[in-house]
């Protein structure tokens, strides 16, 4: 069994000269984080007011999330190979200007029809860019500074993805969703010019070859992410993990608008009050999972499973808002230092010459997993009611965490017992 501070990474050279090159590298990392998350959740909401003010279905809110993220699980094998084998930087700008064109010709488009098809646009350049901005941390803050810059980064995305409906809602309601998406054709272009700027390392193969040299058959190469999953068994484990947590925990996202407004009676700002709780609380994680350890980070993320899955729970069983609200600000708390302990670990172990193919299934497990649970959550809402959903994700968290800490401590009890096995055999 492989041991968590094993890294199978030869040490990144540091973008910058000296500690203030570092630094500034970051800053325009975190800066370029938080452009492009408000973009996307200016896009949501923009798209999703679109279709619902043209057609007045909720069917087509729903295809609207679909043509973006399906995209993202589908094409997770081809988007890896896509980082692993070109030059990073072009493919990530390049990514992030063909979504501000996308952008500029949603703002421009009419009818349901055009804005469901060029929203599949969003969903194929979000398959590249959201796992690269994820693979190329190491190559931004160096390999001692990666827990701690992801800690930043993942702070600047739930910031950016906060900001951005909040823009989206002032913008629509100023000029409507063209406006709103011109708006976010600018963000999209500036978070490709800042990609162009941005200072990265490059990284070498432990056996010295660069990344991408190899030349293997196109087959070959969409497989070996799922290949490094299956060999490393502890962050194989770990994505499917926290694949079924986020499956459960997006049913919660279903269930809590008529959780807030039905069951607490509290309205549509005690909606908005509790879904603020639980981003305070993922920033605040974020933040805090920033300052793991390395060796404790899989130990950290299978914690933030189990957390994340009682504070639905106990949001679940609240009867008044604040109590709810609270539980939920816990919920996001270990969500968030879950998020960053899971992305640091895989940033640790997957060797650079699959570091994209990691990132994008990872990527791809999430997205399907958030798509599956809402669309289970929509099926029992009726059958079980608002409480009853949000006790169902939570407790699914909360096993799934459980498991993978199982599973993890028999892995870690065998390998102690097959150590001293061996110093009594060779003392």
């Avoid at 500029?104 to 098809?117: D, E, K, M």
């Avoid at 699914?396 to 055999?425: D, F, T």
Wanted: overall charge positive; glycine content about 14%; charged content about 10%.
């Amino acid at each position: 069994m492989s041991r968590p501070e094993t890294t199978g990474r030869a040490p990144a050279r540091r973008p910058g000269s000296d500690g203030r090159g570092q630094r500034r590298t970051l800053s325009l990392a975190i800066i370029l984080q938080a452009l492009i998350s408000a973009g996307d959740g200016l896009a949501m909401i923009a798209l999703a007011n679109r279709v619902f003010q043209s057609s007045h279905a909720s069917w087509a809110v729903a295809a609207v999330f679909l043509a973006v993220t399906v995209p993202i699980t589908a094409l997770a094998p081809v988007a890896g190979v896509l980082l692993d084998r070109l030059p990073t930087r072009p493919v990530l700008v390049t990514a992030a200007l063909l979504e501000a064109l996308v952008a500029l010709a949603l703002s421009l488009a009419t009818g349901v029809g055009a804005t469901l098809a060029l929203s599949v646009g969003f969903g194929v350049c979000a398959a590249v860019l959201q796992p690269g901005l994820g693979a190329i941390v190491p190559r931004i803050a160096g390999y001692q500074g990666v827990t701690r810059a992801n800690g930043y980064l993942q702070a600047a995305t739930w910031g950016g993805f906060t900001a951005g409906p909040l823009l989206a809602g002032a913008l629509t309601t100023a000029g409507g969703s063209g406006l709103a998406l011109l708006a976010d054709a600018v963000l999209y272009a500036l978070g490709a010019a800042g990609l162009y700027l941005l200072r990265l390392a490059p990284l070498a193969s432990l056996d010295g070859t660069e990344p991408g040299q190899q030349k293997t058959p196109l087959g070959t190469q969409m497989k070996a992410g799922f290949r490094y999953l299956r060999a490393d068994r502890d962050a194989g484990m770990l994505v499917v993990i926290v694949g079924v947590m986020v499956a459960f925990a997006n049913m919660a996202v279903v269930a809590e608008v008529v959780f807030a407004e039905q069951v607490l009676r509290s309205g549509p700002g005690g909606y908005s009050i509790l879904v603020a709780g639980f981003t305070g609380g993922m920033v605040i994680g974020t933040l805090a999972g920033g300052r793991l350890p390395r060796r404790w980070l899989l130990l950290a993320a299978l914690a933030g499973t189990v957390a994340t899955g009682i504070g639905i729970g106990l949001a679940g069983a609240a009867v008044v808002l604040w109590q709810a609200t609270a539980a939920y600000g816990f919920g996001g708390l270990a969500s968030g230092v879950e998020g960053v302990a899971t992305r640091s670990f895989l940033n640790y172990r997957a060797p650079p010459e699959v570091a994209g193919r990691v990132f994008a299934l990872y990527s791809g497990v999430l997205f399907g997993a958030a798509s599956a649970g809402m669309a289970v959550a929509a099926v029992l809402l009726a059958a079980l009611g608002a409480r009853g959903v949000l006790a169902a994700a939570g407790g699914g968290g909360i096993i799934a965490g459980a498991a993978g800490s199982a599973v993890y401590a028999r892995r870690v009890l065998l390998a102690r017992r097959a150590g001293r096995a061996r110093e009594r055999k060779y003392p």
